[in-house]
């Protein structure tokens, strides 16, 4: 009687043991999941950040009309673009990076420096400080999903369908480079 005591109770623990590494790797997911919500979020909100700095510029008067025309533009479309479909979004993040890259030769960078005085420094203060932020931003979100899909690559996590019916997250891929000009 004893020796069959013993087989439950060492039953039971492993089935606690079981029950308790699956309850800390459900939550662990979760909370991997709001920090992915989070950084989403950031990255958003870094973007418009972006696209309204531009903005801010094209509108100063203090560049030519067709650069104010290039970077209104792409910024517009960028505060325009549909959150459901990423890769339409990273394209037109990356036209804007593209478009700033254009816009930011060093005859206008030293313009908005010397000519324009501490207004000209002011917005290129405020699109460099942007444009970092955005890359901040996506690398976050980029370390996040690499956390989420690590997770979820366990076998614990695939036998027992802890992470329900959440699609798999992806990485945002665009080019997000800082212009020439700006980054000093």
């Given at each position: ?6 087989w439950v ?17 459900a ?7 709001v920090?992915?919500?989070g ?46 479909d ?51 931003a ?23 369908h ?23």
């Amino acid at each position: 009687m004893t020796g069959t005591l013993t087989w439950v109770f060492a039953v039971l623990f492993v089935l606690v043991v079981i029950a308790w590494y699956l309850t800390y790797t459900a939550a662990r997911l979760d909370r991997l999941h709001v920090r992915l919500v989070g950084t989403v979020a950031a990255l958003d909100a870094q973007l418009v950040r972006r696209a309204e700095a531009s903005i801010e510029l094209a509108n100063s008067g203090l560049v030519d009309g067709a650069t104010a025309l290039i970077l209104a533009g792409a910024a517009a479309q960028s505060l325009e673009a549909p959150d459901e479909d990423g890769v339409i979004r990273e394209a037109i993040e990356s036209d804007l990076t593209e478009a700033l890259a254009l816009a930011f030769s060093p005859e206008l960078v030293e313009h908005l420096r010397e000519a324009a005085g501490p207004l000209g420094q002011d917005y290129l203060d405020g699109l460099s400080s942007a444009c970092l932020r955005v890359q901040l931003a996506r690398r976050f979100h980029n370390d996040a999903v690499t956390d989420v899909r690590r997770v979820r690559r366990q076998l614990a996590v695939r036998v027992f369908h802890l992470a329900g019916h959440t699609p798999m997250p992806v990485t945002v891929e665009f080019d997000d480079a800082v212009p020439p000009g700006l980054d000093q």
